[in-house]
């Protein structure tokens, strides 16, 4: 199994930055790829950045497409997701998550979330 813990989240005003960090232990190896995802007050979860574990093949939403930066040491098996000019829109629970399963194309191990909120 692999777990993954979350933390960096906190209450910060529009134009700050933020970085969160992922941790993620036990059957690391298992990985091939990782995403941070966010769910607003009231509203669908989505992905907001995404590589494959390797650290290639980036992928961003529009709405944060040149101010977050996904990224990973490698060393410690940690992800970051780098937030930049952060507005009030961002404020939501932020995820990371992986996948581990050849066979399933979907995150299947999730962490517990932090929460960023993001003052005007």
């Known amino acids: 199994q692999v777990q993954l813990v979350e933390s960096g989240g906190g209450l910060v005003q529009a134009g700050d930055s933020l970085r969160l960090s992922c941790a993620a232990s036990g059957r690391t190896f298992s990985i091939w790829a990782v995403a941070w995802f966010r769910q607003p007050p009231g509203e669908e979860r989505e992905r907001v950045a995404g590589?494959?574990?390797?650290?290639?093949?980036?992928a961003y939403a529009d709405s944060v497409e040149g101010r977050f930066t996904i990224s990973r040491d490698n060393g410690k098996n940690t992800v970051f997701l780098q937030m930049n000019s952060l507005k009030p829109e961002d404020t939501a629970v932020y995820y990371c998550?992986?996948?581990?399963?050849?066979?399933?194309?979907?995150?299947?191990?999730w962490g517990q979330g932090t929460q960023v909120t993001v003052s005007s």
């Open positions: 590589m494959n574990w390797s650290g290639g093949m980036t």
């Open positions: 998550a992986v996948k581990t399963d050849a066979n399933y194309n979907g995150y299947d191990v």
